[in-house]
């Protein structure tokens, strides 16, 4: 609750163009701020990562005001890495539970792009079971202004210190894939902001 209310504090201040929203990875982004301000400060955003948030814990935070107020251009979407190996859940059912988060975020916020990042990372003894719910939601992800992108095969396990969370050289890779996303995925040709 105390993270929950952080972000509606910094929500609230404002202007949130980018809005990160997730979980371990997303909140680890407070750990390497210069690399976070380099890369997105031009773009007025919001970390909305809770360490260890499954997607239920996203999906409530979404229905109890952490889109309210706000009218980001993009919201950077990564979760379900905790669901699957904390709590074992099934890839089907994790996959189905982000889908049904992303159509909650789209409910709220049409005008946003959405992009789902896939659960990352894919290697060790959890390989087996985020691959497959990164290809269930490359199926999956179909609604208007959303798209599922795969950038955890361009960081090396290297980067994955203790397995799972993201060193600093780790973080600039995702930073550099994460820009070229918003620049020129979203707004080639149209400059930033796209709205005033």
Known sequence: MAAHRAILDRERRGPVRVLFLGDSVTHGWADVPSIFDEAFGKDAPCNAGVTLDRVQNVRWRVANGELDGIDPDVILLQVGLENLTLDHEAPAGVARGITALVADIHTRRPRAKVVVLDIFPASGGNAEVVRET???????????????????????????????????????KLAKEL????TTMYYSGSGWPPHP
């Open 134 to 172: 990164n290809d269930r939601l490359a199926q999956r992800i179909t609604l208007r202004n959303t798209g599922f992108y795969r950038v955890g095969d361009s960081i090396p396990p290297s980067d994955f210190p203790d397995g799972l969370r993201l060193s600093s050289n780790g973080y600039s």
């Open 179 to 182: 820009a070229t996303i918003i």
